[in-house]
C-alpha cells in the first residue's frame, strides 16, 4: 500500500483490514454496537467483505439483498443473488431479500423502458429504486442505521464528477455518514478510506466467493470513466486519491464551504410512501411507479 | 471550437476573439477605458495576443517585460525579450523592462540555488519574483490594474491542482478580477476564458511573432501534468474544461463556499518593500532577498 508506506503479510493485512474499519467507525461516529445495522449487499467484494467485517468486529449486522432482475446475457443478478444467500448460509447471518419485479411488477430493466430516466441506460432508475428500497426496509424493520460498501475509488469518483461541475447540493451530501433526518435512515459508508484494490485483496484472502463482473449496464459509465482517470492520477502520483477524498473532508469540517442549509432544497414527506422528498407532490419514486401504471391502464383501455 | 459548436473563417476569428474579450472585460467589471493598464508581456503567445487585443480595442495598455535570466540551453530569456520588444516596436506601445538580475544582483536560476524554495525546480521562486516585481512596478508607476495572459488551460489547472488537495484559500483566491487592496494592485486575466488552442489560433492568424519554447523549467512541472490530465478529459467531453471554470466561478457566486474572511489568513505589509504579507515580519520575497545577502556576507566572511 504505496499510500501508507506499509506492506504487510496475509495474516496481518486480515487483522489490519477490520481494526482500521472498526477506526473508522468511531471516528466517524456511525454506529455502536448497541445498535442494529442494516448491510445492502449486492453480492460483489465490497459489500460481502462489509458484512464480513462487520461479523467479525461483533456488530448486529443483517443483510439485505435487492434482487434487480438484470439477468441479460450473464445471470448477473440471479448469480449475484446466489452468492449472497450461500455467504449468509455459511456464516449463519439474518438476509432480506426484497425481488423488485415480485414487489413493483418489473424488473430494473423493464422499469427503465418505461421512463426518460432509463432512456439509453438504467442506471439512474436502479439507483432510485434501490435507495427508496433500502430506506423503505431500514424504516420498516426498525433498523438504526443502513451500511453500503462504498470504497475510496467510489466516493472519489463520485466527488471527482460532481467536482467538474461543482455541483453544490451533491458535494455537501457527500460523507462517511449521512446523518438521520425525518423518514430518511442514518447512511455510512465504513469502506469509504479503501483502496477498490485493498478491497479486492481481502475478499481474495478472506476467500470471499463475490461476483467478478461489473453490472452489464455499468459498463462504458461516466462513473467506470471517472475512476480511470483516477487511477492514471493515483498511479502517476500515489496518494492523490486518498488526498482527494481525504482534504475534502477536511476543508468542509474546516469551514471550506457555506452552511448546507443554504444550499440544501426543503424536503416534505411523500404522500404516497411517506419518504422525504424535494419534488413537490409525489417523491421521484412514486411518481415513476405512478406513471407506469397510468401508461399501462391507458394501453389496457386502447386494446379493449 | 467544440464547446461553443462554432466554426468561424480567418476574418470572423480576428473579430470574434477581441470581441469576446471585450464582452469579458466588461462581464467581470475588470477596467475601463479610462484606467491605466498594464500588461505582463513574456514573449509568449497569450500575453502578446493580450496585448494586441488591448491594443485593438482602444484600452490604455502599456508593458512589462520581467528578464528572468532564464538563458540555459536555448537562450530562452533573450529570444522572448526580443520578440516582446519588436512587438512593442511595432506597434509603437510602451514597455517597462526590468532586468532580476540587474536590480537584483542575480537570475532567477541563481537565485533559486540559494533557498529551499528552489531546490530542484526554480519555479516557486519565479513565481514569487514576478509577483513582486509586477505587483511593485504596477505600484509605483501608478497604473489602475495588472492584466496578465492566462488562458482557461492555465486557470483550469491551478484550480484542479488545488481542487485535488482542497487548498481552501487557494481556491477563493483564484478569480478573473482580484480586487486591490492595500499594497496590491488589481488583478485581471481577460483570456481566462478562452481555450490555449484558440489563443495559439489567434496569435497564428494574426501573424504575431512569439516564442514557442515553454520555459525550459517547466518540462515535467505539475502544471503540465494537471494540462494533459484536463487535455485527456476534453477530448473525451468537450466542453468540460470550461464547465469546470465556469460552473466554479458560478458556484462561488452563488454562496457555495463560506464568506473568504473565515478562510483568508491576515495580512499586513512588509516592514521592507511595504507590499502585503501573511508572514510575520518580511514578505517571502524579502526574507530571500535578505537570506541570499546573510549568506553572502557568511561566505566572504568565512574566506576572509
Known amino acids: 500500500m504505496r499510500q501508507h508506506k506499509l506492506a504487510l503479510c496475509k495474516e496481518h493485512y486480515l487483522e489490519w483490514i477490520p481494526a482500521q474499519t472498526e477506526r473508522f467507525i468511531e471516528k466517524y461516529r456511525m454506529f455502536t454496537h448497541e445498535e442494529r445495522v442494516l448491510v445492502a449487499v ?54 432480506h431479500v426484497v425481488d423488485v419485479k415480485k414487489e413493483y411488477g418489473k424488473s430494473i430493466p423493464e422499469l427503465a423502458q418505461g ?30 442505521v443502513l451500511a453500503t460498501g462504498h470504497n475510496l475509488d467510489d466516493e472519489a469518483a463520485v ?17 462517511p455518514v449521512l446523518a438521520e433526518t425525518s423518514g430518511l435512515a442514518r447512511k455510512v459508508k465504513p469502506l469509504c478510506r479503501f483502496y477498490e484494490r485493498e478491497m479486492t485483496a481481502y475478499a481474495l484472502l478472506r476467500g470471499i466467493e463475490y461476483i467478478y463482473e461489473e453490472c ?23 496518494g492523490a486519491k486518498l488526498t482527494f477524498y481525504l482534504s475534502f473532508l477536511e476543508a468542509r469540517k474546516s469551514g471550506l464551504f457555506a452552511s448546507q442549509e443554504n444550499i440544501q432544497a426543503e424536503l416534505h414527506p411523500c404522500p404516497n410512501c411517506g419518504q422525504p422528498t424535494s419534488a413537490p407532490g409525489l417523491c421521484s419514486f412514486c411518481r415513476m411507479m405512478t406513471k407506469k401504471l397510468t401508461a399501462e391502464s391507458a394501453e389496457t383501455a386502447e386494446k379493449k
Open 216 to 238: 452489464p449496464f455499468a459498463i462504458g459509465s461516466t462513473s467506470i470513466y471517472y475512476k480511470e482517470l483516477l487511477n492514471k492520477l493515483e498511479n502517476d502520483r500515489p
Open 42 to 95: 449486492s453480492g460483489g467484494k465490497d459489500s460481502l467483505s462489509l458484512w464480513d467485517i462487520l461479523w467479525q468486529l461483533g456488530y448486529q449486522a443483517d443483510g439485505l439483498y435487492i434482487g434487480l432482475g438484470i439477468d441479460e446475457d450473464i445471470g448477473y443478478s440471479s448469480e449475484s443473488q446466489r452468492l449472497t444467500e450461500k455467504f449468509a448460509a455459511e456464516y449463519r447471518l439474518k438476509l
Open 115 to 144: 421512463t426518460n430516466r432509463g432512456r439509453g441506460k438504467p442506471c439512474s432508475v436502479c439507483g432510485l429504486v434501490k435507495r427508496h428500497v433500502m430506506n423503505r426496509i431500514a424504516r420498516d424493520l426498525g433498523y438504526d
Open 159 to 175: 466527488l471527482f464528477g460532481n467536482t467538474l461541475t461543482w455541483s453544490g447540493e451533491y458535494l455537501l451530501r457527500q460523507a
